[in-house]
């Protein structure tokens, strides 16, 4: 039975093991498609999110462009109104570094040390169109986000630009609130080669960018990169769930084998005890047996007992004599024989059987002496 039970429990196991990689199989694609369409969805979701602060601060700066007030500062060429005006303007737009108003007569870089020569060109640019905005400064330069809006007279020509720079950390700051938690992976917020935040694994950025989504209203992007490691975690986790399972499945059928052993052997117990009693003429009524083919060949020892000792009437339409045919046909439905139950329990003695006067030869045998 130890046997049969092992290679039940091993054929088993690697039935548990086949079905479960096979299912990995199967939905590791589907896995990976809803991972990267869930990164995508964050990193679109941080990109409007972005992109809805910058066109605020565009349109705060559009409208503060348009207003009289700074039209007829402009037209006077009045450079104390021009200076009273960006003071009150820092006190209003939030997150400022610079405001400042110049016209075409005021772009030579030695006359604005503190504005980059980016900024310059933006106000060169926004005098003929108009320009998004865009991260300025170099490496050992503040960084910052500047917007310009050109101011036009009454006759609608361009006769001044107004460039606000804004800190550059506040769109960091935002960028990371937008991505907690972090999807796995690598993301940036970028202008071209121009990392200005990451959170990640740097290492792959050796990569171009699964996904690049562009920042409506200015020339930044939010990068994302896949985590490569997935398939690894995603195959581990499914490894575990199935050795969690085969060994449940090994404990499960090792508790069952004790428990039928135990109920065998009781039953094993019951068989010898009714043989014994048979060899004794003290057979019971009934003998506990937790199986029913035990059952069946104890209650055809208790037939047999009283066969033979009514032989000599009629049992189930039988003549006289005819005893030993109706016990042979008792176990029809058993795989067992007489001998074979007889013969282990029963020491080999020879004694001379006496028919009786009913034509039935009785068993008559000395139980074995303990040595």
């Not at 088993?12 to 299912?23: E, F």
């Not at 640019?125 to 910052?144: N, V, W």
């Not at 930044?220 to 896949?226: T, Y």
């Not at 069952?256 to 003429?281: F, G, W």
């Amino acid at each position: 039975m130890q046997r049969i039970f092992l290679t039940l429990t091993l054929i088993a196991t690697a039935l548990i093991a086949l079905s479960g990689l096979t299912t990995y199989w199967l939905h590791h694609g589907q896995i990976e498609d809803a991972r990267s369409t869930q990164n995508q969805q964050l990193g679109q979701q941080s990109a409007r999110l972005m992109g809805h602060e910058i066109q605020l601060y565009r349109q705060l700066i559009s409208r503060i462009a348009q207003t009289t007030e700074l039209k007829n500062a402009v037209a006077n060429h009045a450079q104390a109104a021009f200076a009273a005006t960006e003071q009150r303007l820092r006190t209003i737009i939030p997150n400022v570094v610079q405001v400042r108003i110049l016209t075409p007569e005021d772009l030579a870089p030695s006359e604005h040390p503190d504005l980059s020569l980016a900024d310059l060109a933006m106000v060169r640019q926004s005098f003929q169109t108009a320009t998004l905005p865009a991260i300025h400064g170099a490496d050992h330069e503040p960084r910052h986000l500047a917007i310009s809006e050109r101011i036009d007279d009454n006759q609608g020509q361009a006769v001044a630009v107004l460039l606000v720079t804004l800190t550059a950390q506040h769109l960091t700051d935002l960028f990371r609130q937008s991505l907690t938690p972090a999807p796995g992976g690598l993301q940036r917020l970028a202008q071209g080669q121009l990392v200005l935040a990451q959170q990640g694994n740097n290492q792959l950025a050796s990569n171009a960018p699964q996904h690049s989504i562009p920042i409506t209203q200015s020339h930044l992007a939010v990068e994302l990169w896949p985590e490569h490691n997935g398939q690894t975690e995603s195959l581990t986790t499914t490894a575990i769930i199935i050795g969690a399972t085969c060994l449940l499945f090994m404990l499960f059928v090792f508790l069952t084998h004790r428990r039928l052993a135990t109920m065998l052997a009781e039953d094993q117990n019951s068989l010898i005890k009714a043989v014994q009693d048979l060899m004794q003429d003290k057979l019971q009524d009934s003998y506990p047996a937790h199986f029913s083919e035990m059952n069946s060949v104890i209650n055809s020892l208790i037939q047999f007992k009283r066969i033979r000792a009514h032989g000599d009437t009629t049992v189930s339409g039988a003549t006289p004599g005819s005893g030993a045919d109706d016990f042979d046909s008792l176990f029809s439905e058993t795989s067992f024989t007489l001998d074979e139950l007889l013969t282990p329990s029963i020491p080999d003695v020879s004694q001379p059987e006496t028919p009786d006067t009913h034509g039935a030869p009785p068993i008559k045998s000395t139980p074995r002496k303990p040595s």
